[in-house]
T-cell receptor, first 116, second 113 residues
């Protein structure tokens, strides 16, 4: 149980285009999902907390207009990188909590974004 | 706020040798503690977790970790490493009442044949 799936696993796009990454909880309902960014050989940087039915909460320094997050249902959150530039190239990982405020998270497979 | 330190960026072991990855945390109360593993190009998989009770925790893939309150540590161990264990390992600490854990910077495990 507690499976989280991301799609696509990798994407290449041209500079200036927008890219959408989906994160789905397959066997549970996730009121809260989290989006992380990971640079090579580094830890995870929390970008935002996605709450079902409400606006996402962004971490300091993360541009909300650049990284649009939508959590329209209890099983789906999307991250849209708008007007992507090469510096947005990274590994993006989503995760979800089963609840209970324990900090235990279930992670998607990650999405590798390359902006040319 | 809580914090996590993984002092070793890289660890190299021979296949079949024992392994210990270090993790120290800073938190004012008893935290929730986790070890995750990440294979190249993949998301993170939970190896084990500590919430309360027995301080020696058994996880998947033959891993275990011991919570030592006096040392603020939660080191990960495995008695005999397999080549497939080569990956990035992240220690994380969660504050009680919070959804969001804090991750260490990770330790890269290299396994020599």
């Amino acid at each position: 149980g507690a499976v989280v799936s991301q799609h696509p696993s990798w994407v290449i796009c041209k500079s200036g285009t927008s890219v959408k990454i989906e994160c789905r909880s397959l066997d549970f309902q996730a009121t809260t999902m989290f989006w992380y960014r990971q640079f090579p050989k580094q830890s995870l940087m929390l970008m935002a907390t996605s709450n079902e039915g409400s606006k996402a909460t962004y971490e300091q320094g993360v541009e909300k207009d650049k990284f649009l997050i939508n959590h329209a249902s209890l099983t789906l959150s999307t991250l849209t990188v708008t007007s992507a530039h090469p510096e947005d190239s990274s590994f993006y990982i989503c995760s979800a909590s089963l609840g209970g405020n324990t900090g235990e998270l279930f992670f998607g497979e990650g999405s590798r974004l390359t902006v040319l | 706020a809580q914090s996590v330190t993984q002092p070793d960026i890289h660890i190299t072991v021979s296949e079949g040798a024992s392994l210990e990855l270090r993790c120290n945390y800073s938190y004012g109360a008893t935290p929730y503690l986790f070890w995750y593993v990440q294979s190249p190009g993949q998301g993170l998989q939970l190896l084990l977790k500590y919430f309360s009770g027995d301080t020696l925790v058994q996880g998947i893939k033959g891993f275990e970790a011991e919570f030592k309150r006096s040392q603020s540590s939660f080191n990960l161990r495995k008695p005999s490493v397999h080549w497939s264990d080569a990956a990035e390992y992240f220690c994380a600490v969660g504050a009680r009442g919070s959804y969001i854990p804090t991750f260490g910077r990770g330790t890269s495990l290299i396994v020599h044949p």
